[in-house]
T-cell receptor, first 115, second 113 residues
């Protein structure tokens, strides 16, 4: 149980285009999901908290207009990187909280490369 | 604000030996959760063990156990009979339950054959 999927696992795009990443909780409902960014050999950096049916809460320094988050259902949250630039290249990870255990379960991550 | 400190950037141990990873945290609250997550080379974050602060008994999951010292704000992870598959980054993390995690900087553990 407590499986979180993320799609796509890898994406390469041209500078200026937008990329959407999906995060799904497969066997539990998640009113709260999180989006992280991880640079090589570093810890996870929280970007935003995604709440079902309401606006996401962004961490300080994260551009909300660049990283659009939508949490339209109890099992799906999406992160759209708009007008991507090479500096947005990174590893993006989502997680979802199981209300049964108050524990975050993580997706496998998405490697974004912007050319 | 809560902080989590992992003072061992890297560790290595021979296969089948026991290793302990250190973690300290700081909070003024009394009810919270502590976690150890493992991130192998695949980069998938995997929950290793969780501890509820109100429980005095240390959590155990097969070869993994913790030493939770609430007064000292210490939460170390012990891996017994270490296996090659235990090679990974290990992150200690803190949360208030249905809220965001605060991570430590991680410890890179290498199991030597």
């Amino acid at each position: 149980g407590a499986v979180v999927s993320q799609h796509p696992s890898r994406v390469i795009c041209k500078s200026g285009t937008s990329v959407k990443i999906e995060c799904r909780s497969l066997d539990f409902q998640a009113t709260t999901m999180f989006w992280y960014r991880q640079f090589p050999k570093q810890s996870l950096m929280l970007m935003a908290t995604s709440n079902e049916g309401s606006k996401a809460t962004y961490e300080q320094g994260v551009e909300k207009d660049k990283f659009l988050i939508n949490h339209a259902s109890l099992t799906l949250s999406t992160l759209t990187v708009t007008s991507a630039h090479p500096e947005d290249s990174s590893f993006y990870i989502c997680s979802a909280i199981s209300s049964y255990t108050d524990t975050q379960y993580f997706g496998p991550g998405t490697r974004l490369t912007v050319l | 604000a809560q902080t989590v400190t992992q003072s061992q950037p890297e560790m290595s141990v021979q296969e089948a030996e026991t290793v302990t990873l250190s973690c300290t945290y700081d909070t003024s609250e009394s009810n919270y959760y502590l976690f150890w997550y493992k991130q192998p080379p695949s980069r998938q974050m995997i929950l290793v063990i969780r501890q509820e602060a109100y429980k005095q008994q240390n959590a155990t999951e097969n070869r993994f156990s913790v030493n939770f010292q609430k007064a000292a704000k210490s939460f170390s992870l012990k891996i017994s009979d270490s296996q090659l598959g235990d090679t990974a980054m290990y992150f200690c993390a803190f949360s208030f339950g249905n809220e965001k995690l605060t991570f430590g900087t991680g410890t890179r553990l290498t199991i030597i054959p």
